[in-house]
């Protein structure tokens, strides 16, 4: 059944009242909106968390034929920040209480059928909530609103409830399929004796890894009969000839599953996922037994003036800027499960993701870690199906040991996904490791300090992998209009970060601080709200450091000059370091079309990466002699005295 969306046609305001819920509102002084939406539109710097946090309302009327009667009528809302309670005719139907993960409930019970009906949305956006990420100081403002879609699904009673698709690669052209069908309670109790499950296999056409005419096959799943003796059934089948999921070749396939009951479909449903095998060894990360150095930068997923609240089409883009403009291999959703648009978008280019559970630094009450745990079963069950998801974090980001409770987390996360591991951020060494992956947040380079510290300073346990969570940031924030020294130093803070890391074996990878700059609260931040943490601006236009990243991938030609050379721009006029960033074979510096010098890729002094800075160390070349008539030895001489 296709997704009935529900994003036009809301009325807002900013302050809940009982009387929205009445069918004979006055909604003459409400303000259309569609959704996304923000509950308030922001300026770009300056202001601060009271602008979003409010209790505010959603009202909408929805026209519900007759034809649905009987059956189960699903709202889904993606995303609404940060508690939210449905009421539909006026009777409260759910209150979910995150804002970054989605909730589904069926309203059928609650709708007149025939007729129009009244849905409201009680959203509280007040950090004063008793829930993560609240309770304390959060490096990063959490706006509010229906930020993601809101959709409907009409079902039978009988239908199929969730699904979790597991593609295991056995070997390059063969994996085992294993689906995990939850069935409705009314599709388990129906004592119907002609009940089957059956599913086909079809590889997705993508514009990373297009389906080829013989490539195309649809092939059928295992059918079962009678499936429905139990809530959960497992079909489990080898399939050959396969393409599996990787992050040069992000192959994607699709389960359609059907419930038939007496010959007729009364269920259909799709999941698209990837064959491959995720895996943290102590000596790295591997995808499909190929170990990959992980090259990532966390993101937030915030915008200038709306929050939040951006459509499909910027989501995807992300992925894109990550991938084709920063040249990174990965990207840690910090610090909250993100659209599942940017996930569609990294699951078809290949990118993979660090994703995590709400949460900043601070641990609440039992209350508020029930909500936590709530929060992990919520994350990892409406994102599990995501191929590029590698692995989860269900520690709350940078926190203190709490044993029990991320024993806890722990438990959920193996019970219900066991194709991939856990990870937990910490900030600091040798804490308590109960997950999978010691995951560290090292902001050890302070421009004369290495980039990172060897694995064995950090964990005690060199059994389990390790991976660098997040480095710079706050270590040196960076303006995209900060002088040119600046700006250089933090693009060299981030290669040479890369640089160590990348020579450190038993070091699974890195993700910087951060892909661009975002409103914070006034903890942080640079007193106008803003953390210039990132490698581009908040708009995504990238600084020099984007340059570091974007340099070390090979699809295209990179080339920049970390000079403008206006000696004004520099403190007495002297220019300093000019650096080149380049993936090119070779770059030929003219001055005035005169040949000054070839630079190469092997001239850098970075060599754990492949393609590190390179210092330009010659502005003059053979100028004196060719056009000032020097002598070749004095020319040499004084070349080295101006280019010093
Ligand atoms: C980390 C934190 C991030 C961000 C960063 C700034 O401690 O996890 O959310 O605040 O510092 O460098």
């Not at 770009?44 to 009667?69: A, C, T």
């Not at 829930?131 to 990063?140: A, E, L, S």
């Not at 930020?147 to 690669?169: M, N, P, S, T, W």
């Not at 570091?548 to 295209?556: I, K, P, R």
Request: aromatic share 12%.
């Amino acid at each position: 059944m296709e997704k009935l969306f529900l994003n036009e046609g809301w009325k807002f305001t900013e302050e809940f009242t009982e009387v929205l819920l009445a069918t004979d509102t006055d909604i003459s002084g409400l303000e259309d909106v569609r959704l996304p939406h923000t509950c308030k539109e922001l300026p770009y710097h300056y202001f601060d968390e009271n602008l979003y946090q409010m209790v505010s309302g959603y009202r909408r009327i929805l026209s519900v034929p007759m034809e649905w009667k009987d059956k189960c009528v699903f709202f889904t809302c993606e995303g609404a920040a940060h508690e939210a309670v449905l009421y539909v005719n006026g009777i409260e139907v759910c209150k979910h209480s995150c804002g970054y993960t989605a909730f589904t409930v069926d309203i059928a019970p609650y709708l007149l059928f025939g007729k129009e009906n009244v849905l409201v949305l009680k959203v509280d956006s007040r950090e004063t909530l008793n829930v993560p990420p609240f309770g304390f100081v959060i490096d990063y403002m959490t706006f509010g609103g229906v930020y993601r879609e809101v959709y409907l699904e009409i079902k039978d009673k009988q239908h199929i409830k969730d699904v979790f698709v597991k593609g295991k690669a056995k070997d390059e052209y063969t994996g085992n399929l294993i689906c995990q069908v939850e069935l409705s309670e009314a599709a388990v109790e129906s004592a119907c004796e002609k009940k089957m499950l059956r599913g086909f296999l079809q590889r997705v056409d993508t514009d990373c890894c297009p389906v080829t005419e013989d490539a195309a096959f649809l092939q059928p799943v295992k059918v079962l009969e009678k499936a429905a003796d139990g809530k959960v059934v497992v079909l489990e089948q080898e399939v050959s000839d396969i393409l599996l999921w990787n992050t040069k070749q992000p192959a994607l396939y699709e389960v359609i599953l059907e419930l038939l009951v007496d010959d007729k479909i009364m269920d259909s449903y799709t999941v698209r996922f990837g064959f491959r095998n995720v895996e943290f060894r102590a000596d790295g990360f591997y995808l499909n037994g190929e170990k990959i150095k992980i090259r990532g930068l966390n993101r937030h997923q915030s915008y200038p003036y709306v929050g939040y609240a951006m459509p499909e089409s910027m989501q995807r883009l992300d992925a894109d800027i990550l991938k084709f403009e920063l040249g990174c291999n990965a990207a840690r959703n910090s610090h909250y499960p993100q659209s599942h648009h940017f996930m569609n978008r990294c699951d078809e280019i290949g990118l993979l993701v660090f994703t995590e559970f709400p949460g900043w630094q601070h641990i609440g009450d039992e209350e508020w870690k029930k909500q936590a745990c709530e929060n992990a079963v919520e994350m990892i069950t409406q994102y599990r199906n995501h191929p590029s998801i590698i692995i989860w974090g269900i520690r709350i980001n940078e926190s203190q040991d709490d044993d029990a409770f991320y024993t806890e987390t722990n438990r959920i996360a193996h019970e219900l996904d066991d194709t991939r591991p856990t990870g937990g951020v910490r900030n600091f060494k040798k804490s308590h490791l109960l997950e999978d992956v010691y995951t560290y947040n090292e902001f050890v380079h302070d421009g004369k300090k290495p980039g990172c510290e060897p694995k064995k300073n950090i964990t005690s346990d060199m059994s389990k992998g390790y991976l660098i969570t997040e480095y710079n940031g706050h270590m040196y924030p960076t303006k995209p209009f900060d002088w040119e020294e600046h700006r250089l130093e933090h693009a060299l803070r981030h290669a040479r970060v890369i640089n160590d890391v990348g020579k450190e074996e038993d070091i699974a990878g890195s993700f910087g601080w951060c892909m661009f700059d975002y409103n914070t609260h006034k903890d942080f931040g640079s007193g106008d709200r803003i953390c210039y943490h990132g490698v581009t601006d908040m708009f995504r236009n990238s600084k020099l450091a984007a340059s570091v990243y974007a340099s070390q991938a090979e699809e295209n030609i990179v080339l920049e000059v970390s000079s403008s050379m206006d000696i004004g721009e520099h403190p007495a006029t002297i220019l300093g370091n000019v650096y080149i960033f380049t993936n090119a074979d070779a770059v030929r510096m003219y001055k005035n079309n005169h040949f000054i010098k070839e630079y190469k890729p092997t001239d850098s002094t970075f060599d754990g990466i492949p393609h590190g800075p390179i210092l330009v160390d010659d502005v003059v070349g053979d100028l004196l002699e060719k056009e000032e008539g020097f002598g070749k030895k004095q020319s040499e001489m004084i070349a080295g005295a101006l280019n010093y």
